[in-house]
């Protein structure tokens, strides 16, 4: 074989292993209890998880992630790693991890987002520091030219099919530090990272407890230059989701009401809870009263992985605006 060709199916089978080998399908029609998460398996070096910016590396590429941490010894916190939450963040379109928190304007904000001269990120400075301060953890990857960049189909513009990969990993860290409770993972995210946290409640059903996503949805793209469908989960994991929307006017490109329906409608027969929160605010990830990430961590506090809820319960914990 000619030193061409082996680099040739060198790079393809590394290709191949960056987008597949970190994670246990759904499609394992044949696993005995699918009530329990299947967390990937990672067998490369996991950093130490901090409070600030964490890289994590794996098949050549490496990725930057923010993680809101509490910054103390785990002893200190009262809550037991059973009870322990992991959140996982994507950002939009032209913005970064750090806008999970509130900050000044930057060259990039996106006028949807600032209210009084300042960028609203996704939780309040209070409802971050209850969540953190209880053990709980969240982590927000960067999309940036270099560090992040990532191989596969689109999901949105932003993240691709290979960002998967670095949730998987990030997944199997933090539980391999006992870090957090294998079933509470949830996933929130943003306009495109709103798409990607909507591909990932389906693509990784097998340890996704819940998501709460702004502004994203499904797009029908039948040429999957710009996004590609998920595949339905085929094992009975329920599908909890609280879709929040802001109205017929939450265009940005892509018309969001039309996304989200378009979520809600191919999710019928799922197992779980989707619930339609029209806070008919425009393309924002703030209603008039609250942050949607407070709202979704609402949501979060009472589901574990495959517990079936009430669609009566959830609504209950949601804004007054939620239907099913």
């Given at each position: 074989m000619?030193?061409?060709?082996?680099?040739s199916?060198?790079f393809?089978?590394?290709?191949i292993?960056l987008?597949t080998?970190?994670?246990?399908h759904?499609?394992?029609a044949d696993?005995?209890n699918?009530?329990?998460p299947?967390?990937?398996?990672?067998?490369?070096?996991?950093?130490?998880?901090?409070?600030g910016?964490?890289d994590f590396s794996a098949?050549?590429?490496?990725?930057?992630?923010?993680?809101?941490?509490?910054?103390?010894n785990?002893?200190?916190?009262s809550?037991?790693t059973r009870d322990?939450?992991?959140?996982?963040?994507?950002?939009?379109t032209?913005e970064?991890?750090?806008?999970i928190l509130?900050?000044?304007p930057?060259?990039k904000?996106?006028?949807?987002?600032?209210?009084n001269?300042?960028h609203l990120?996704?939780f309040s400075?209070?409802?971050?520091?209850?969540?953190?301060?209880?053990?709980?953890i969240?982590?927000?990857?960067?999309?940036?030219p270099?560090?992040?960049?990532?191989?596969?189909a689109?999901?949105?513009?932003?993240?691709?099919?290979?960002?998967?990969?670095?949730?998987d990993i990030m997944?199997a860290?933090?539980?391999?530090?006992?870090?957090?409770?294998?079933e509470?993972?949830?996933?929130t995210?943003?306009?495109?990272?709103?798409l990607?946290?909507s591909?990932?409640?389906?693509?990784?059903?097998?340890y996704?407890a819940?998501?709460?996503?702004?502004s994203?949805?499904?797009i029908?793209?039948?040429?999957?230059?710009f996004?590609r469908?998920?595949?339905?989960?085929r094992l009975?994991?329920p599908?909890?989701?609280?879709?929040?929307y802001?109205?017929p006017q939450d265009?940005?490109?892509?018309n969001?009401?039309k996304?989200?329906?378009?979520?809600?409608?191919?999710?019928?027969?799922?197992?779980?809870?989707?619930?339609l929160?029209?806070?008919?605010?425009?393309h924002?990830q703030?209603d008039?009263?609250q942050?949607l990430?407070d709202?979704?961590w609402?949501f979060?506090?009472?589901?574990?992985?495959?517990?079936?809820?009430?669609v009566?319960?959830?609504?209950?914990?949601?804004?007054?605006?939620?239907?099913?």
């Open positions: 000619k030193k061409h060709e082996r680099f199916i060198f393809v089978i590394k290709i292993l987008v080998a970190t994670s246990v759904a499609e394992n696993d005995p699918p009530m329990v299947q967390i990937p398996e990672f067998n490369g070096v996991c950093p130490s998880i901090e409070n910016y964490v098949y050549g590429i490496t990725s930057r992630v923010r993680v809101l941490k509490k910054d103390q785990e002893e200190k916190i809550h037991s322990r939450a992991l959140i996982i963040y994507w950002h939009g032209g970064t991890g750090d806008y509130d900050q000044s930057t060259e904000s996106k006028p949807v987002s600032i209210r001269g300042i990120g996704a400075d209070e409802t971050a520091k209850e969540i953190t301060e209880a053990g709980h969240i982590f927000a990857p960067n999309n940036v270099v560090i992040g960049k990532m191989t596969g689109h999901l949105g513009g932003v993240w691709r099919e290979g960002h998967l990969v670095l949730a997944v860290c933090a539980v391999r530090a006992n870090l957090v409770d294998p509470r993972i949830y996933v995210g943003l306009s495109a990272g709103g990607m946290a591909h990932m409640t389906w693509s990784r059903a097998q996704v819940a998501t709460g996503v702004f994203g949805g499904f029908s793209d039948p040429t999957g230059l996004y469908m998920p595949p339905k989960p009975p994991y599908i909890h989701s609280a879709m929040f802001g109205g265009i940005e490109i892509i969001f009401k996304t989200t329906d378009t979520y809600i409608s191919r999710s019928l027969g799922l197992p779980g809870v989707r619930v929160c029209d806070h008919n605010g425009g924002r703030f008039q009263e942050r990430g709202r979704s609402q979060f506090q009472d589901i574990k992985f495959g517990q079936n809820k009430e009566e319960d959830v609504l209950e914990i949601l804004p007054r605006y939620c239907t099913y």
